[in-house]
């Protein structure tokens, strides 16, 4: 039995003692006994599920054939937990799983992921991070992940010092170094889209009608104000997209012109307390 205590008090981060009641009471059924620390887990976690967790990490886990990465944000209630020791592994963990995870790709839904089991081992991502809840003491929500897998390109990482901001990119061409360069422009410019064609529908026509309404409060003859919208536009799309952005280490550039022939393919990008 201390095998499986030793191996359920691992996978659960429950104490010995719960870990030996519940083997017990499953009568040595570790897939059972699990399912009964979740349930007397569950009970403490619910009473932190109501906390709003607004703090927490980002982590990123990088393949070593640089083909394929994983990005987590799991959010936490205070800084105190988020330099935790064990929470930071808990994020590094999830990380890992996300990138290994050949099913999935691209932003993936929190319900899918928290229903796989985590890593090799037979507990949910769900299950343990509910055992964490227990363990460490505050509410924590994943909140969201995503997995970039590249065929012909690479998939670089960059988490900022702070290990609040994080980013994915997938880029075809270049080095690792432009790859680095795109990565770490993305965290500091908050861009939204890739290029223009990405911008959703909805939001340009709420820029647009907001342009509009400023220029007329303003002032301006109604026969020049679609002029004068199609002028801010283009800073809008400036600021928000991409391509179009002036590269934050050396602004007589756009990322455009910085990735010359290079593509870049997709980016993600996690911020806490940010959506």
Known sequence: MMESIKKLREMTGAGMMDVKKALTDAGGDEEKAVALLRERGIVKAAKKADREATDGLVRAFVAADGKTAGLVEINSETDFVARNADFQKLVADFAQHVAQNANVDGTI??????????????????????????????????????????????VVSYVHQNDKIG???????????????????????????????????????????ILTNKALNEGKPANIVEKIVAGQLAKFYEENVLLEQKFVKDNDKTIKALVGAAKIVRFARFEIGNK
Do not use: W
């Open 109 to 154: 839904e929190i319900e899918t992921l928290s229903s796989q089991k985590f890593l090799d081992q037979e507990i949910s991502l769900g299950d343990h991070l509910a055992a964490n809840i227990s363990k460490i003491g505050e509410n924590l929500v994943l909140h969201r992940a995503a997995r970039f897998s590249s065929a012909s390109g690479m």
């Open 167 to 209: 980013v994915l990119v997938e880029i075809e061409g270049g080095d690792a170094v432009l790859a680095k360069d795109v990565a770490l422009h993305i965290a500091a410019e908050r861009p939204r889209y890739l290029s223009r064609d990405e911008v959703n529908t909805d939001d340009l026509e709420k820029e647009k009608e």
